[in-house]
């Protein structure tokens, strides 16, 4: 596990249909001691449409987590969307999906993402996936 420190409070959308997920993910940044602010869609539809809209969550985001798999449009047009937008292009995204598919991995690979994790099948696992946000997060702002 990670040494790094991370101050001040960070902003994250995550983008997952599955309750389930969303309370496993608040459980492990909660377990790294990150102080975050959380924002859930649980739709590709609701995704796209704040990706649409840009400056709403923009400025103040820090990271996205997306799942792959949702419903009315997938993670992967969302990240597509974000990549295509002004406002998005450079947000750091970590993809959170039970696919473990190559071509899943290499497209996006292709879109920029930062870390593609496999949804793991026990909660230390899970666990351990607050432990890899914190340590994007810290990486991404000692770059500036």
Known sequence: MSEATLEGRVRILL?????????????????AGLD?????????ADALAMVRQG??????LDLAILDLNLPKHSGMEVLEEMRSSQTFA????IILSSSSSPPD???SEEFGVR???VKPPDLEEYLRI????????VEC????
């Open 55 to 60: 400056g709403q969550f923009s400025p103040v």
């Open 90 to 93: 450079k947000l750091p995204v």
């Open 105 to 107: 991995r290499a497209r």
């Open 130 to 137: 607050g432990w890899d946000v914190k340590e994007l997060l």
């Open 15 to 31: 983008v997952e249909d599955n309750p389930a997920d969303v309370h496993l993910l608040r459980r492990a940044l909660a377990h």
């Open 141 to 144: 702002r000692t770059q500036g």
């Open 36 to 44: 975050c602010e959380l924002t859930v869609i649980d739709d590709g």
């Open 115 to 117: 870390r593609y994790i």
